[in-house]
């Protein structure tokens, strides 16, 4: 069981990144995925999470509007598609599942992908 973060780097104040969350060694069909991300310094923090069945989106307040959070089930794969990204956005991003709904903390997600670094600098 295994989850993959990928789609991190570097870009101006403005621009845009996907990260993805691909699983492998299970099925994400009855898995919550949620995003993290944690900033030199800081605590880890709650992006944005979608339910398993009937996908439900919940998003943190410095956010919204400004990331979506999409999955496939046949890929096995949960994307984060960021926008209008901000210098605050600056951190590693991490992906995580637990099972069915989603939850805002973290200590409730039970399987972590590596993180991947968003940098957000002009």
């Known amino acids: 069981v295994q989850l993959q973060a990928s789609g991190g780097g570097s870009v101006q104040p403005g621009g845009s990144l996907r990260l993805s969350c691909a699983a492998s060694?299970?099925?994400?069909?009855?898995?919550?995925i949620g995003w993290f991300r944690q900033a030199p310094g800081k605590e880890r923090e709650g992006v944005s999470c979608i339910s398993s069945s009937d996908g439900v989106t919940i998003y943190a307040d410095s956010v919204k509007g400004r990331f979506t959070i999409s999955r496939d089930n046949a890929k096995s794969t949960v994307y984060l598609q960021m926008n209008s990204l901000k210098p605050e956005d600056t951190a590693v991003y991490y992906c995580?599942?637990?099972?069915?709904?989603?939850?805002?903390?973290?200590?409730?997600?039970?399987?972590w992908g590596q993180g991947t670094l968003v940098t957000v600098s002009s």
């Open positions: 060694g299970f099925v994400l069909d009855y898995d919550a």
């Open positions: 995580a599942r637990r099972l069915l709904l989603c939850s805002g903390s973290s200590s409730d997600y039970d399987h």
